[in-house]
Every structure is written in structure tokens, then in C-alpha cells.
């Protein structure tokens, strides 16, 4: 439902940089569809199909926002990586334990405290001193 999207994206969070404010928003909607699957106390398969939809899509973006740092020679590339590479581990690890214990209480709660708060602090902190990078050039 597209109205749960408030619970996890706001304007706070957007940049004024089209290429990361559009796939930022896509990122929420799938973290969304997460959670009300969640919610909705969905079968293992269905929440495991929506972990898969987040994690398929943060693969894609993030490969996407460190092509861009590449081209454009931006300087935390390497910092801005490692903080992609240990969120895709942990996301890693929620799969795993879905799949030996299903969408449990502890699965919600982590996901809701570790994805949704770790989306929102890499991009207010992260995200934006890359797109003032863009956004000087
Ligand atoms: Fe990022």
C-alpha cells in the first residue's frame, strides 16, 4: 500500500539529485513491500520474494552510485564502498535467517531497526557528502 511509505521516507531525505533521489525512493518502496508482507503475517516464500526484491534492487543502486563516484573521481569512494559492502552482509544475513526461521519476531524487528535506520543514516550522512560532490561539479 503506498501510503505505508510514509512510515520510512521522508523529505528530509531527499538530496536535489535526481540520480540519487529517484533510486533512494525506489529503495523505499521495496523496504515498504518488506514490511507490510511482514505485517500482513505473509508466508515465508512471499517475505522471502520481497527480501529478495529489496536486495536485488540495493545491489543494483549501489553498483550504480559507485559507478558514478568513479567517473567523477569523488575521494570516499573507498569509505562510501565499505559501508555499501557491510549493509549488503547484513542484508545477507537477514535472508539466511529468514530462511531457517521464517519472518519471526526478531526478523521484523531487525529489519525495522537495522535496515530501515541503516538506509536513513547512510543517506543523510553518506549519501549527501556525495551529492555535494555532485552537485559542486
Ligand atoms: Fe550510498
New binding site residues.
Partial sequence: MRGSMALTWDTTLTMGVPA?DEPHQELFRRLDALLEAIRRGSSRDEVGRTLAFLRDYVRT??AE?EALMGETGYAGLAD?KA??DAFAGDLAALEAEHRRNGPSPSLILRVKARVSSWLRD??HR??RA?AEHLRAR
Fill in positions: 540519487l543502486h549501489f552510485e562510501h559501508q555499501h547512510h543517506i553518506i549519501d556525495l
